[in-house]
């Protein structure tokens, strides 16, 4: 069929990016639970929107620092695949959650999976606060 094109699979492996994080990139909508800004996180790591990540991310580093250090980890990798291991809270109705992830890339020729647990809150501590990334955490074995 002639002008027809597939939708385009969301980084994540959450569907098709417009229905999964294309809406939050775009500002058309936050995310409900941390594990939902994780994956638009990831995401927007893979397709460099970099704006989001900045703005999802609680930092105190300098945002001209931040974004200089995006761009160039961004030129660097190219993610691959994301899996989650394990999410602890994070729901709508939390003010905080952890999400444990593995995420799958290559750079310069070699592969690698980077492991992380992360920790999410709510702005303001408030259940109406948009999430925001706060740190990885160690990983226990």
């Known amino acids: 069929m002639a002008g027809f094109s ?5 980084p994540c492996g959450g569907g098709s ?21 994780m994956r638009s996180r990831y995401s ?3 397709l460099g929107e970099i704006e989001h990540l900045l703005r999802t991310q609680h ?11 995006l761009k160039t980890s961004g030129r ?11 999410v ?3 729901g709508a109705l939390d003010l905080d959650g952890t999400v444990t992830f593995v995420a799958h890339y290559s750079a310069g020729g070699q592969r690698g999976a980077l492991r992380e647990r992360s ?17 990885a955490l160690e990983l226990s074995d």
Not at 17 to 32: F, G, K, M, T, V
Not at 59 to 69: I, K, N, T, V, W
Not at 120 to 129: A, P
Request: net charge positive; glycine share 8%.
């Open 119 to 135: 920790r999410f809150g709510r702005q303001g501590g408030r259940v109406e606060g948009a999430w925001l990334y706060l740190e």
């Open 6 to 10: 597939a939708p385009q699979a969301c």
């Open 59 to 69: 930092s105190e580093q300098p945002l001209a620092e931040r974004r200089r250090d």
């Open 76 to 86: 660097q990798l190219r993610w691959r695949g994301l899996e989650i291991v394990a």
């Open 17 to 37: 990016y417009a229905s999964c994080c294309r809406p939050l990139h775009r500002q058309e909508r936050q995310a409900i639970t941390a594990e939902q800004l």
């Open 44 to 46: 927007a790591y893979a």
């Open 88 to 90: 602890e809270a994070g």
